[in-house]
């Protein structure tokens, strides 16, 4: 289960009702990461997968930074771990960038698992981008199913401003969020964005003044987190997954999704708060198994 805390490389709380809220707190480093942020990162996302608990996670930073990439530096031991604070999910690992073969391992392992464990997060996510997101900061923003910025915040790729690759996905999340022709844009032309122009990209969902940012991440957070959470699960799965399929395979998809939903007892509620003229009551089921009295669903 989610413990909550203060931790090396960030904030852990879980408020009502089920909102895990993620929030990087190295505000001298931009919030940039390192190889045991990722994997703690991982860490937590796996937990909160696992955490009848947990409805939605919401990502967001400390001072000026959501997240500013990769921190390159190294600390007084000469490695890329930060020095245990108060506490870390994980003991430290190497980066595993000392080889061709390393550096695979490396980004599978490390750096890309950070973004394919969020997206397969089957629990809805949101990004609360509080400023200065790039390269890391953004693919994990993109990963992410919403996105909230603040005016202030400023975002993009631009690894190609130190002749290095986006090895992390996000050329694939850039191009499944906005398309070829602007990814190509981006990308190629180092493109550093305000937040009202990566809204006209498609990049983010909504821009907030900084002072109101979080106060509307967690309204979303709170909407989301009271909706049908199985039927949710189960259709941001299928969303997903149709994006990348035929049409064939998509409809085969949401038919066999829906024969595992449509008997659940969030859908018996549903029909019965509209045929009562009432706001429904979802997630019992989830009520019950903290319980500990209900079966799983």
């Not at 983010?204 to 039927?231: I, N, T």
Request: net charge negative.
């Amino acid at each position: 289960m989610i413990a909550e805390g203060s931790f090396d490389y960030f904030d852990l709380t879980l408020e009502e009702p089920g909102i895990l809220v993620i929030r990087f707190n190295k505000p001298e480093r931009l919030n940039g990461m390192r190889t045991g942020m990722k994997r703690d990162l991982v860490e937590t996302v796996t937990q909160a997968q696992l955490d009848n608990r947990v409805r939605v996670v919401v990502f967001t930073g400390s001072g000026r930074a959501f997240c500013a990439g990769d921190d390159v530096t190294r600390d007084e031991q000469g490695n890329g771990n930060y020095r245990k604070a108060e506490a870390s999910f994980m003991p430290t690992v190497n980066a595993g960038h000392d080889s061709p073969v390393g550096v695979i391992a490396g980004l599978h392992w490390i750096s890309q698992a950070v973004n394919t464990s969020v997206r397969k997060l089957d629990k809805l996510s949101i990004a609360a981008i509080n400023g200065v997101t790039i390269q890391t900061g953004l693919s994990l923003a993109l990963a992410c199913d919403f996105r909230f910025c603040a005016q202030s915040a400023r975002l993009g790729s631009a690894t190609l401003r130190f002749g290095a690759q986006p090895d992390e996905g996000g050329h694939f999340l850039l191009v499944q969020t906005i398309g070829l022709p602007k990814t190509v844009d981006f990308l190629f032309r180092k493109r550093i964005v305000t937040a009202d122009e990566a809204l006209e990209l498609g990049l983010v969902h909504e821009v907030h003044e900084d002072a109101v940012l979080m106060d509307k991440a967690m309204d979303l957070a709170r909407e989301l987190a009271e909706g049908p959470q199985l039927a949710m699960r189960v259709l941001k799965r299928a969303t997903y997954f149709a994006a990348e399929a035929t049409l064939a395979q998509a409809f085969e998809d949401i038919a066999v999704r829906t024969g595992i939903s449509d008997g659940t007892p969030d859908v018996r509620e549903g029909f019965a708060a509209f045929k009562e003229k009432r706001k429904p009551h979802y997630n019992k089921w989830i009520e019950d198994l903290l319980a500990g009295r209900g079966e799983r669903h």
